[in-house]
């Protein structure tokens, strides 16, 4: 059984609709992430939280807001979605005690249209 | 400022050697990361080294860090079709969160 998973995995949808990603953990981590992939651009983070009550912006977290309803349950939601929002979506998550490398879920692609 | 570059293609025969490098910026005591995304999935640690080793070994991976250079390699011996992927190169300083990720290279192996 996969350790992080996401979900949905796929998703279209229409600009100005609210969308939300979700991902869990089993893997008892304190920490996790949400980044975006676009081609050539690698990937760059979007928000961050290292535990239930400590969340914090990354380099692109315009146009974005997060929960962190658990330890294990991260969720990423675009209020308003548009078009430059198409991209690939990662969560992944990190140990701050056991050196911090992260490991990541499997994705969501997702299109606005 | 932070930055990871890599090329982003990479052509290999299927038995041949793979070489695929990397260079950062950071000069702190450093962590440097090998992850590979196969189509349609998410990224796999493959390896990742210190900034105070010079090689780390593990079956066909091998990587080596020039620290002078600031260059990183991931080299593949004996590549199989399996391998075809894209491949990040990633860096973090050591005793912070940041991951400093590369554009990805895109391993193409021809049978």
């Known amino acids: 059984d996969a350790d992080v998973t996401q979900t949905p995995r796929n998703r279209i949808t229409k600009t100005g609709k609210r969308i939300m990603l979700e991902c869990s953990q089993t893997k008892g981590h304190d920490r996790m992430y949400w980044y975006r992939q676009d081609p050539g651009l690698g990937l760059r983070l979007i928000y961050y939280s290292f535990d239930v009550k400590d969340i914090n912006k990354g380099e692109i977290s315009d146009g974005y807001s997060v929960s962190r309803q658990a330890q294990a349950k991260f969720s990423l939601s675009l209020e308003s979605a548009i078009p430059n929002q198409t991209a690939l979506y990662f969560c992944a998550t990190s140990a701050s005690l056991r050196g911090d490398t992260q490991y990541f879920g499997p994705g969501t692609r997702l299109t606005v249209l | 400022g932070e930055d990871v570059e890599q090329s982003l293609f990479l052509s290999v025969r299927e038995g041949d050697s793979s070489v695929i490098n990397c260079t950062y910026t950071d000069s702190s005591s450093t962590y440097l990361y090998w992850y590979k995304q196969e189509p349609g999935a998410g990224l796999q640690l493959l390896t990742y080294?210190?900034?105070?080793?010079d090689m780390k070994q593990d079956q066909r991976l091998t990587v080596l860090l020039n620290k002078k250079d600031k260059h990183l390699s991931l080299r593949i011996a004996d590549t199989q079709t399996g391998d075809s992927a894209i491949y990040f190169c990633?860096?973090?300083?050591?005793?912070?969160?940041?991951?400093?990720f590369g554009t990805g290279t895109r391993l193409k192996v021809l049978a």
């Open positions: 990633a860096e973090r300083t050591s005793g912070t969160y940041k991951y400093i």
């Open positions: 080294i210190f900034s105070n080793m």
